[in-house]
């Protein structure tokens, strides 16, 4: 089920104090990112995979995640997150399968939200990748709440 507007709203704002609470104190960059994820991924009912692909090296390699089994790497400029990572933009696919070079973990997958991750210096160090069982279920209300997460 795609919450509405006005549902997204009070569903990210009562998911981002509960994860400001839990990643207070923490510095630790897995521990975050396992934290986030774990409760993004109960709050939202339009979420189907909820997690982080990290930058290594030429690659982007999984991280914390919830759903089932991801792929484990992602080689820059390929799928979806690949795409996030090179151009260092954010993405939002209505549509995976009319995504040139989507990489399809599960079957399942139909709509898709891409933000990069980046460090002080502006640098994109891990890509959030969040999957959506229905088409076009990412909109500009996911985006600015997902965009404010991060910079927690
Ligand atoms: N959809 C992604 C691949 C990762 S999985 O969906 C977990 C992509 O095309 O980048």
Do not use: N
């Not at 339009?46 to 991280?63: A, K, N, P, Q, S």
């Not at 089932?68 to 990572?85: D, K």
């Not at 933009?89 to 399942?108: E, K, L, N, T």
């Amino acid at each position: 089920m795609i919450p509405t507007r006005d549902e997204k709203e009070k569903l990210y704002a009562d998911a981002a104090m509960r994860i400001q609470g839990l990643l207070s104190g923490e510095t630790d960059l897995v521990a975050r990112m396992a934290g986030m994820v774990s409760i993004l991924h109960g709050a939202m009912p339009h979420f189907f995979w909820t997690g982080f692909y990290r930058v290594v090296g030429d690659e982007l390699v999984i991280g914390p995640y919830q759903g089932t089994p991801g792929c484990s790497r992602i080689a820059r400029g390929r799928g979806v997150c690949g795409t996030a990572w090179e151009q260092g933009a954010i993405q939002v696919v209505a549509d995976v399968h009319a995504f040139p070079g989507h990489i399809a973990c599960d079957p399942r997958s139909e709509s898709e939200i891409v933000v990069p991750v980046r460090d002080c210096r502006g640098e994109v160090i891990a890509v959030l990748d969040v999957d959506s069982a229905e088409k076009a279920a990412f909109d500009e209300t996911d985006q600015r709440w997902l965009e404010q997460i991060l910079c927690f």
